[in-house]
């Protein structure tokens, strides 16, 4: 079992930048993917970036150039920079973590961008 928190959520106007967090309850070997996933108003969850054990991580072509995510395995953490933030960018932010074979996800935090 793997619980995941996420903080760093909140209201930013169009163009700003938040960081998300998200710490896991134990030790996620970099062989194991971790990210964010994305549920905007009325519509269904969506990925929005994966680290795994490939170089190079994975993004949403909507969110390509602007998020960066990285990962401190010491600490057990997953980050999500978000840049040049827009509107579209608005809804609850999930961390993942697959372990094992089994996928997890934390309870989430809101992003809001508007002006």
């Known amino acids: 079992q793997v619980h995941l928190v996420e903080s760093g959520g909140g209201l930013v106007s169009p163009g700003g930048s938040l960081t998300l967090s998200c710490e896991a309850s134990?030790?996620?070997?970099?062989?194991?993917?971790m990210g964010w996933d994305r549920q905007a108003p009325g519509k269904s969850r969506d990925m929005v970036a994966r680290?795994?054990?490939?170089?190079?991580?994975n993004y949403a072509d909507s969110v390509m150039g602007r998020f960066t995510i990285s990962r401190d395995n010491f600490k057990n953490t997953v980050y999500l920079q978000m840049n040049n933030l827009k509107p579209e960018d608005t809804g609850v932010y999930y961390c993942?973590?697959?372990?094992?074979?089994?996928?997890?996800w934390g309870q989430g935090t809101q992003v809001t961008v508007s002006s």
């Open positions: 680290l795994g054990t490939s170089s190079a991580p």
């Open positions: 134990r030790s996620i070997p970099n062989a194991f993917a």
């Open positions: 993942y973590a697959r372990y094992f074979g089994a996928d997890f």
